[in-house]
């Protein structure tokens, strides 16, 4: 059984830079890709960034890109996103997840496993 789980949530001023981390259990990471989602009130969950595990090669949705990191430690089991020059349009609350598929897309379906999520809420 695969456990996924986030932490590193919180209230934070635009500007500012919060580093969210995922633990995973079970399995080691490097043979999963992970991926980092959000879900603003009243809106879809989406897709924030994504690293395969087999080719290490990394997505960002385009409103994140040049401002987030996602990046992994295989022998810790981590992964983490660095998110830098937030704005409050990145309030959210923040999921992980990670699936055993070498090529999973953009989709929350899939992906298989999932942490509770993290509260990231960004203040003007």
């Known amino acids: 059984q695969v456990h996924v789980g986030e932490t590193g949530g919180g209230l934070v001023q635009a500007g500012d830079s919060l580093r969210l981390s995922c633990a995973v259990s079970?399995?080691?990471?490097?043979?999963?890709?992970m991926g980092w989602f959000r879900q603003a009130p009243g809106k879809d969950r989406e897709i924030v960034a994504r690293?395969?595990?087999?080719?290490?090669?990394?997505y960002y949705r385009d409103s994140v890109r040049g401002r987030f990191i996602i990046s992994r430690d295989n022998v810790k089991n981590m992964v983490y996103l660095q998110m830098n020059s937030l704005k409050p349009e990145d309030t959210a609350v923040y999921y992980c997840?990670?699936?055993?598929?070498?090529?999973?897309?953009?989709?929350?379906?899939?992906?298989?496993?999932w942490g509770q999520g993290t509260q990231v809420t960004v203040s003007s």
């Open positions: 997840a990670a699936d055993p598929s070498a090529h999973p897309g953009y989709a929350p379906s899939e992906y298989r496993y």
């Open positions: 079970g399995r080691t990471i490097s043979a999963y890709t």
């Open positions: 690293l395969y595990w087999s080719a290490g090669t990394t």
